[in-house]
């Protein structure tokens, strides 16, 4: 059972986005009756992303904030990392501030916690799974998934999904040793998991495409393939 909960959202540049997504936090506290802590790791941005977080912050004093600036953008993996490495509850959500994945999913996932696998990916190719996307980012997925297999023969199907649930002192212990702070993160994540042999499932979530997104289709899919390679020869 998930007692008291860190979570985590990386910003870059969200200035469009945070305003409904802080009160989606607000009500998703209100309904829980929890110790939560959230972490905002501003990654170096250069909009009014950081002014937002210092002002939800000081209005919402009720709530356990915690912002955390990068002057630079050092990429999601990193923002991601300096946040787990501040987390101080028993479990550390990772998640994206769009709430694609709506944060009352955590506890639905309760009852599929158990005592010896300490963490969680959600996945969009679960079969419970509930998805609402456009067609050519479920067609990309698709092939995503397959270079995957190839590369690595993943027994998980969805390695990119942001909502992601660990155990404190496991989470700890993957993110010290991530090394691609990229979208690539992800991955390396599994594979860490298999190298040191730490137990992890996947569990459905609802989740919603959601527009002003960072992600190139091109670039970044072009460098998250080139990743790809070089993990592979890192693995293996």
């Excluded at 992303?49 to 999601?76: A, E, P, T």
């Excluded at 079969?127 to 609402?132: T, V």
């Excluded at 997925?141 to 297999?149: E, S, Y």
């Excluded at 992890?200 to 992600?215: A, M, N, Q, R, T």
């Amino acid at each position: 059972m998930i007692k008291n909960l860190s979570i985590i959202f990386p910003i870059y540049n969200e200035e469009k986005r945070l305003s409904q997504s802080f009160k989606k936090i607000i009500q998703f506290k209100k309904n829980i009756n929890k110790n939560i802590e959230f972490i905002f790791v501003n990654d170096g941005s250069n909009d009014s992303s950081l002014k937002l977080l210092y002002k939800f912050k000081k209005d919402n004093r009720h709530l356990k904030i915690r912002v955390l600036n990068q002057k630079k953008n050092s990429g999601k993996g990193n923002a991601l990392k300096i946040g787990v490495e501040n987390a101080e509850y028993d479990w550390i959500l990772t998640t994206d501030i769009d709430l694609s994945v709506p944060l009352s999913q955590i506890f639905l996932w309760d009852k599929s916690i158990k005592k010896n696998i300490h963490v969680y990916f959600g996945s969009r190719s679960h079969p419970e799974s509930k998805i609402f996307t456009p067609l050519y980012r479920y067609v990309i997925g698709l092939i995503f998934q397959l270079i995957n297999k190839v590369f690595f023969n993943f027994k998980i199907r969805d390695t990119q999904c942001g909502f992601k649930l660990y155990k404190k002192k496991i989470g700890k212990k993957i993110f010290s040793n991530i090394k691609e702070f990229g979208y690539a993160h992800d991955i390396e994540i599994l594979l860490i998991c298999i190298k040191k042999k730490i137990k992890f499932i996947e569990l459905p979530v609802v989740w919603s495409h959601k527009k002003d997104g960072k992600v190139s289709i091109i670039s970044d899919s072009i460098n998250m393939f080139l990743v790809i390679i070089k993990l592979r020869f890192k693995f293996f």
